[in-house]
């Protein structure tokens, strides 16, 4: 590649942009959507020739993007609501789970859900009921997860078909 292309580099750039989204929905730090969405928005903004589809290509991204931040919540909390966990043992779930992953990096995180999770279902419903509520609130978690990572893997999708088109 000749680095006097610039469209050639804000399409690799993008890419690169892209695929740190991708990995980033299964690391919590990074904004994993929004950095697949992003490489699509650089790539609309700056990359050369075909702005048509271009912007055809941003407009499905943030259809998808859109859709993937709205069924990655109601979808996992309607499953929750059903089973009966309350929202404050998934706060203290969250609480926990980010000291945890300070403490234990990465695996920390899922470990101080879990435990959070569990302790305040073993208060409110007792031992016998506490693993199983549990259980579905991390279900829930991972129903999130997969649903925010097919949103990044479409938007990327979506990309590469538009680096074919244009």
């Known amino acids: 590649m000749d ?14 942009l892209i695929a740190t989204g991708v990995i980033g929905v ?3 730090v990074l904004p994993g959507l929004l950095l697949s969405w992003s490489g699509v928005l650089l790539w609309t903004l700056l990359g050369g020739g075909g ?7 941003l407009v499905v991204a ?16 309607k499953r929750l609501k059903s ?11 969250g609480v926990l789970g980010l000291i945890g992953f300070f403490v234990i990096p990465v695996i920390g995180l899922v ?31 991972g129903l999130s997860l997969l649903v925010e990572f097919a949103a990044a893997l479409a938007i ?11």
Do not use: C, Q, Y
């Not at 680095?3 to 690169?16: E, Q, S």
């Not at 702005?51 to 290509?57: D, K, M």
């Not at 101080?112 to 829930?140: D, I, K, Q, Y």
């Open 3 to 16: 680095l006097t292309d610039t469209a050639g580099l804000v399409a690799l750039l993008a890419g690169l």
């Open 26 to 28: 299964m690391l919590p």
């Open 51 to 57: 702005a048509g589809v271009r912007w055809a290509i």
């Open 62 to 77: 943030t259809l998808i993007a859109g859709a993937g931040l709205v069924i990655k919540f109601l979808w996992p909390g």
């Open 83 to 93: 089973t009966g966990v309350p929202t404050s043992a998934l706060m203290a779930g």
């Open 111 to 141: 470990l101080g859900f879990l435990l959070g999770v569990w302790l305040v279902e073993l208060n409110r419903v007792g031992h016998e009921r506490a693993w199983p509520s549990t259980r579905s609130a991390f279900a829930a978690v």
């Open 156 to 166: 990327a999708v979506v990309f590469v078909l538009g680096l074919i088109i244009a």
